[in-house]
């Protein structure tokens, strides 16, 4: 009550002096004349009744400070000593009113930063992710349709973009432009992002989240999950997964999920409409069942899956179960296979990679692809040809691949002979996710010098996991898949993922 009272009090003395008439002031009243509020120009400031010439500094406000001239910093900036007459722009050193120098509780591969809310906080250097109360490199990197998740060396799960099905794994269905953590319950080994959904392992079990539509979350249901659960049976012996899946319509369903266990059996769950499943059949299943007539004796490393179609890799054998309409299992047909066939890729293969209806594998010091070549992801930028019913060599020149990754209508690969390592990507170009001008591409990742260790690839974006560590992005940003801490447009340059 008081402070209206003063509030209201010069409002009330200004009426009372227009009632004595002209000639009348506050102080003819005996009010002090500091409760006058005048309204000064640029360059002056009230002070005492009365428009004082006060001039503050650059990024400064003039103020009334005990009678006299001073100012003010806009926000952004403050007024630090030892030069207490300029306002600094607001850093890791200069951090809050009390100008705070943050450097002391910065962890190793950090630098001071000073947060929104003018606390002391800590960005991660070019390279690595923030992971508590630290930064640390990542070791595997999985591109969804419009998410990305990385995997750091402590274990921790580093999710972010599209966010509507709970696939960022942190209980909210709110997008990311920065990394958030999976509420895993321990250190996780492995990662895979599918269409809408991930996958991770954590000492040997496995554990889903996100869409659950057809049942490609596992745990015999089909409800979503934003935050991560067990899958069914699979809880122990689990060394590899793969997830897949596509645009959802009303009469094919997408989204499934495989995993590798110790003795190589492979095991998957989720939409099985065109066979993706593997298990002889086309029948939905929300828990994992065993992929069938494998060859007695194989022993699979590691899978991929498509939009509807899955690949594996049986320690340099290639087999592929599912769709075929665009020739995506590379046996010659379009027809589906609900178990492993074997496409004619030569023996020796050591990444394979599954984009929507097409698949590549590296062998050798060169690259296999096969399936839809509708924007020449699989000829390397020729798209003259609309399918390619079994594998063929893929022409790059000088190009040594070491690595794949496949999106939906584009591939990329990394030239293993070359430091730093230029990745080459061709295929569809609509959202820059080539890194260049299209067709065909070499990517110059930023620095400094290193090799290339994974390539993934989502609906439009493309991510990079380098030598240093460091996740590398480039394409679409509609929903913030790029993690660099803005959302929208598009980017043709890599950046790093944001380490906040």
Same mark, same amino acid.
């Given at each position: 009550?008081?402070?209206s009272?003063?509030v209201?009090l ?5 009426a009372? +002096?227009?009632l ?7 102080? @003819?009243?005996d009010?002090d004349p ?15 009744g009365?428009?004082?010439?006060c001039?503050?500094?650059p ?12 100012f003010?910093c806009? !926000? ?8 207490g ?15 705070a120098?943050c ?7 950090a630098s001071? +930063? ?17 992971s ?11 591109a ?9 060396? @402590?274990g921790?799960v580093?999710?972010w973009?599209?966010n509507?099905?709970?696939?960022l794994g942190n209980g #909210?269905?709110?997008d990311?432009?920065t ?8 250190a996780?080994q492995?990662i895979? !992002?599918g269409? @809408? ?23 015999g249901?089909?409800?979503?999950r ?6 069914s049976?699979l809880?122990? %012996?689990?060394?590899?997964? %793969? ?9 094919v ?10 003795a ?9 409409g065109?066979?993706? &499943? ?8 929300t #828990?994992?069942v ?8 194989? !022993?699979v490393a590691?899978?991929?899956?498509g939009?509807?179609h ?9 087999f ?19 178990s ?5 890729v030569p023996?020796?293969?050591?990444s ?7 698949s590549?594998?590296?062998v ?16 390397? %930028?020729?798209?003259?040809t609309?399918?390619f019913l #079994? ?5 790059l ?8 990754g ?28 080539? %890194? ?6 070499t990517?110059?990742l930023?620095?400094?010098a290193?090799?290339?260790l ?9 991510? &990079?996991?380098?030598?240093l560590?460091? &996740? ?7 929903r913030?898949?790029?993690?660099n ?7 043709a340059?890599?950046?790093?993922? #944001?380490?906040?």
């Amino acid at each position: 009550m008081a402070r209206s009272s003063a509030v209201n009090l010069p409002l009330a003395l200004l009426a009372a +002096a227009s009632l004595a008439g002209c000639g009348s002031t506050l102080l @003819d009243h005996d009010a002090d004349p500091s409760l006058l509020v005048l309204d000064c120009g640029p360059g002056s400031v009230s002070c005492n009744g009365e428009c004082m010439a006060c001039q503050p500094p650059p990024n400064g406000r003039p103020a009334c400070v005990n009678g006299g001239c001073s100012f003010t910093c806009t !926000a952004g900036y403050n007024r630090c000593p030892p030069a207490g007459d300029t306002c600094a722009p607001e850093t890791g050193t200069s951090c809050g009113p009390s100008c705070a120098d943050c450097t002391s509780s910065t962890p190793a591969n950090a630098s001071p +930063a000073c947060s929104a809310a003018h606390a002391c906080t800590f960005a991660c250097d070019p390279g690595y992710l923030k992971s508590g109360s630290g930064c640390q490199r990542a070791v595997a990197v999985s591109a969804g349709y419009v998410h990305t998740c990385a995997l750091t060396a @402590d274990g921790r799960v580093k999710c972010w973009g599209a966010n509507d099905s709970g696939q960022l794994g942190n209980g #909210s269905t709110t997008d990311s432009a920065t990394p958030v953590d999976a509420a895993l319950p321990g250190a996780a080994q492995v990662i895979a !992002a599918g269409y @809408d959904h991930t996958c991770a392992v954590v000492s040997g079990a496995v554990y889903c989240w996100g869409d659950n539509a057809f049942g490609e979350i596992g745990d015999g249901t089909t409800t979503d999950r934003p935050n991560p659960v067990a899958v069914s049976a699979l809880t122990t %012996g689990i060394v590899a997964i %793969g997830a897949g899946g596509g645009i959802l319509n009303s009469t094919v369903s997408f989204g499934h999920t495989c995993a590798v266990d110790a003795a190589g059996g492979v095991h998957c769950w989720g939409a099985n409409g065109s066979g993706q &499943v593997g298990d002889g059949t086309t029948v939905t299943r929300t #828990s994992p069942v065993a992929v069938t007539a494998l060859p007695p004796g194989t !022993a699979v490393a590691s899978v991929a899956c498509g939009e509807r179609h899955t690949c594996a890799n049986a320690f340099g054998t290639v087999f592929c179960w599912g769709a075929d309409d665009s020739g995506q299992l590379g046996i010659g047909s379009t027809n589906a296979q609900t178990s492993p066939a074997t496409p004619a890729v030569p023996s020796g293969a050591s990444s394979v990679a599954t984009g929507q209806a097409h698949s590549c594998a590296v062998v050798g010091s060169g690259l296999e692809c096969w399936g839809l070549n509708g924007n020449g992801q699989v000829d390397a %930028g020729n798209a003259a040809t609309g399918a390619f019913l #079994s594998p063929i060599a893929v022409p790059l020149g000088t190009i040594l691949p070491s690595t794949v990754g496949t999106g939906r209508s584009h591939t990329c690969t990394a030239d293993g002979a070359t430091v730093p390592a230029t990745p080459v990507c061709f295929g569809a170009d609509n959202a820059d996710q080539l %890194g260049g001008p299209g067709p065909i591409d070499t990517v110059a990742l930023l620095g400094p010098a290193t090799t290339v260790l994974a390539i993934t690839a989502g609906e439009n974006h493309t991510c &990079v996991l380098t030598g240093l560590g460091g &996740v590398q992005c480039f394409g679409a940003d509609d929903r913030g898949q790029l993690g660099n801490g803005t959302s929208g447009g598009v980017s043709a340059a890599p950046g790093y993922v #944001s380490g906040l």
